[in-house]
């Protein structure tokens, strides 16, 4: 988005105005199996209706914050069953009576992923700035009386919220699409809170998946021109947690790894940024 661009779309954006680039108008190839699956067999929606279903609560959720997830249906993707890292999850989840945190959570449809994989719901918690995606969660995906996981509206530069009851009781948190909203400083302050709501010991675990770039820096952000975006390689996101280990007197092994949009995941009209990536990380205590 270019500089001069800026007011203007601001104004579509107060507006939740649809005439943007990052609002898909059609569906396409972003309810994968995988979405598909969840919403027939753990939310018992018709196979004929789940199409309907999803435009619905997505142009509800719209009209709560146009970001590009909502926008692009990038809520479909599950993401963290993508992770190379997902087997071992599960596993520490469901055997051994863990807690997961997921940082940003939306609608919550990584959790109802764990769910339906066989994690109890009663150990997994979402947190998010808007409180109206949670009931919009279980407009998705019909499970209000049911689920019986956690969801905390919360923000996580503020610590007196109610993220402080879940200091050092976390095992594994999930931070997907939700790094990258911010600078590179604010970055560093999100880490330090995840330092210090993870549990202490080694092992904790954060891992998640967000847009990246060859050449790491700061970029114009999409839908708040006030507030500028960090994009990291892997280089830059090693640092950073380097710093957060010093600053935190912790130390933390480090994966990251660039991969290319074609892979199926990237920012809304990629094609503008050749060197525009999405990076995929986990950082493990030591």
Not at 162 to 178: H, N, T
């Given at each position: 988005?270019?500089?001069?661009?800026?007011p203007?779309a601001?104004?579509?954006?107060?507006?939740?105005?649809?005439?943007?680039?990052w609002?898909?108008?059609d569906?396409?190839n972003?309810?994968?199996?995988?979405?598909?699956?969840?919403?027939?067999?753990?939310?018992?929606i018709?196979?004929?209706?789940?199409e309907?279903?999803v435009?619905k609560?997505?142009?509800?959720a719209?009209?709560?914050?146009?970001y590009?997830?909502?926008?692009?249906?990038r809520?479909?993707?599950?993401?963290?069953?993508?992770s190379?890292?997902y087997?071992?999850?599960?596993?520490?989840?469901?055997?051994?009576?863990?807690?997961?945190?997921?940082?940003?959570?939306?609608?919550?449809?990584?959790?109802?992923?764990?769910?339906h994989?066989?994690?109890?719901?009663?150990h997994?918690?979402?947190?998010?700035?808007?409180?109206?995606?949670?009931?919009?969660?279980?407009?998705?995906?019909?499970?209000?009386?049911?689920?019986?996981s956690?969801f905390?509206?919360?923000?996580?530069?503020d610590?007196?919220?109610?993220?402080?009851?879940?200091?050092g009781?976390?095992?594994?948190?999930?931070?997907?699409?939700?790094?990258?909203?911010?600078?590179?400083?604010?970055?560093?302050?999100?880490?330090?809170?995840?330092?210090?709501?993870?549990?202490?010991?080694?092992?904790s675990?954060?891992?998640?998946?967000?847009?990246?770039?060859?050449?790491?820096?700061?970029?114009?952000h999409?839908?708040?021109?006030?507030?500028?975006?960090f994009?990291?390689?892997?280089?830059?996101?090693?640092?950073?947690w380097?710093?957060v280990?010093?600053?935190?007197?912790?130390k933390?092994?480090?994966?990251?790894?660039?991969?290319e949009?074609?892979?199926?995941?990237?920012?809304?009209?990629?094609?503008?940024?050749?060197?525009?990536?999405?990076?995929r990380f986990?950082?493990?205590?030591?």
């Amino acid at each position: 988005m270019a500089q001069t661009d800026i007011p203007d779309a601001l104004q579509k954006i107060e507006a939740r105005e649809k005439d943007v680039p990052w609002y898909n108008p059609d569906i396409g190839n972003k309810l994968g199996d995988s979405a598909r699956e969840l919403l027939e067999n753990y939310s018992k929606i018709p196979a004929t209706e789940v199409e309907d279903h999803v435009y619905k609560i997505r142009d509800e959720a719209w009209q709560v914050w146009p970001y590009p997830c909502i926008g692009g249906f990038r809520f479909l993707d599950l993401a963290i069953s993508l992770s190379p890292n997902y087997p071992t999850i599960l596993q520490r989840l469901k055997t051994g009576g863990e807690n997961f945190l997921d940082l940003g959570c939306c609608f919550g449809q990584e959790i109802r992923r764990l769910v339906h994989d066989g994690v109890p719901s009663s150990h997994l918690w979402g947190t998010d700035l808007r409180p109206e995606f949670f009931d919009l969660g279980y407009k998705l995906f019909q499970d209000k009386d049911t689920l019986k996981s956690k969801f905390i509206a919360a923000d996580i530069f503020d610590p007196s919220s109610p993220l402080k009851d879940l200091e050092g009781k976390i095992d594994i948190i999930y931070a997907g699409s939700f790094l990258h909203l911010f600078n590179y400083e604010q970055q560093i302050a999100v880490c330090k809170r995840i330092v210090q709501i993870l549990r202490a010991k080694k092992g904790s675990l954060v891992l998640g998946r967000q847009v990246g770039n060859l050449e790491a820096g700061e970029r114009v952000h999409r839908t708040n021109a006030a507030q500028s975006m960090f994009r990291h390689n892997e280089e830059s996101f090693k640092k950073m947690w380097a710093e957060v280990g010093e600053a935190t007197g912790t130390k933390w092994k480090v994966d990251a790894n660039l991969f290319e949009h074609s892979e199926g995941w990237g920012p809304a009209n990629a094609s503008r940024d050749q060197t525009g990536r999405a990076i995929r990380f986990a950082v493990w205590r030591e």
